[in-house]
Nanobody, 115 residues
């Protein structure tokens, strides 16, 4: 499975960005799709996840501001990020788990929030 993220960039605090991750290259059905992030000097953290049944979960730090969604027909997962804060600055990675348990990562997209 190949994952390609897009939508990162530079935005002012309070602004919005929408990340997109497209999965291709596998006949395995996609199970859980998620977004993680890693800020400089910090460990990678799970931001949001969505199951094949569209059950969602979020890190406490982004609840009420970020929304994860998926389009199964297009094998895509999205992350709508609103009310962005400087502490949201990180490289955001898409992660996919297939129904057979294989895990795949995207190459990452930089999100920078200026104060």
């Amino acid at each position: 499975v190949q994952l390609v993220e897009s939508g990162g960039g530079l935005v002012q605090a309070g602004g919005s960005l929408r990340l997109s991750c497209a999965a291709s290259g596998s006949d395995s059905r996609l199970n859980t799709m998620a977004w993680t992030r890693q800020a400089p000097g910090k460990q990678r953290e799970l931001v949001a996840a969505i199951t094949s049944g569209s059950t969602t979960s979020y890190a406490d730090s982004v609840k009420g501001r970020f929304t994860i969604s998926r389009d199964n027909a297009k094998s895509r997962v999205y992350l709508q990020m609103n009310s962005l804060k400087p502490e949201d600055t990180a490289v955001y990675y898409c992660r996919v788990v297939t129904l057979v348990g294989s895990v795949y990562w995207g190459q990452g997209t930089q999100v920078t929030v200026s104060s």
